[in-house]
């Protein structure tokens, strides 16, 4: 995700042109910190290099969100990931072909918090699915509780596949997603500050990233 505390690089574009060669070919931003135009061009210039499109919704109020949902539909991303206006939103993008993944639980402050309990938020889970969402986005590393039981209990609780959003911000955390199990996870803020390889570049943060990601797990060995 080319953002910053839950805002997109005013820079995105260019950022993503210098670093598109590393092996990252699933990329994303958030609804806020782009004008619509600038944003466009970004996300059409990512699908013609072939990679895979995110757009996260932390607006936070329904009325903004469902904006964004608009705007979506006009920049089109393959993915529209994030909010929690499940039901207006499936009805606004039906046959749009958009993936849609939208956060479960509590959502609180910018950047975007998750609380409530885990039955909770495995309630929620439960209830998007019924709606039809495509998936969830579970904001695991920013809830305070016990993130390896939510992650286990909202995976145990829906056929729905995890992308788990915020704050992923080392090798361990991204071990732990994978022997949990998760489709996919995010980093933003931790690769843009270097907390992947002291002094490296962002090249060598995504690097680290991929290697990390495709290291086998406990689990799977």
Not at 13 to 29: F, K, L, P, R
Not at 77 to 100: C, H, N, W
Not at 172 to 191: D, N, P
């Amino acid at each position: 995700m080319l953002t910053r505390d839950d805002r997109t690089l005013p820079d995105a574009q260019s950022i993503w042109e210098d670093v598109a060669s590393v092996g990252v070919t699933h990329v994303g931003c958030k609804d806020v910190g782009l004008p619509e135009p600038q944003l466009a061009a970004f996300l059409a210039a990512v699908r013609a290099a072939g990679h895979t499109t995110y757009l996260e919704v932390v607006s936070e109020t329904p009325e903004d969100e469902l904006r964004s949902a608009e705007v979506a539909l006009r920049v089109a991303p393959d993915f529209l990931i994030g909010g929690t206006q499940v039901e207006q939103v499936i009805r606004l993008i039906a046959g749009s072909g958009m993936k849609y993944f939208p956060y479960v639980g509590r959502i609180v402050g910018h950047p975007c918090l998750l609380r409530g309990s885990i039955d909770e938020i495995c309630e929620d889970a439960r209830r998007v699915e019924q709606q039809g969402a495509d998936g969830i986005n579970l904001l695991a590393y920013r809830y305070d509780g016990d993130v390896p039981a939510l992650v286990e209990a909202v995976s145990n609780a829906t056929r729905l596949p995890l992308i788990c959003a915020g704050s992923v911000d080392s090798a361990q955390r991204i071990a732990e997603l994978a022997e949990l199990g998760v489709w996919a996870f995010t980093v933003g803020t931790a690769a843009l500050d270097g907390r992947f390889v002291e002094g490296g570049s962002l090249s060598d943060q995504l690097t680290a990233i991929l290697d990390a990601a495709a290291a086998p797990s406990t689990a799977a060995s």
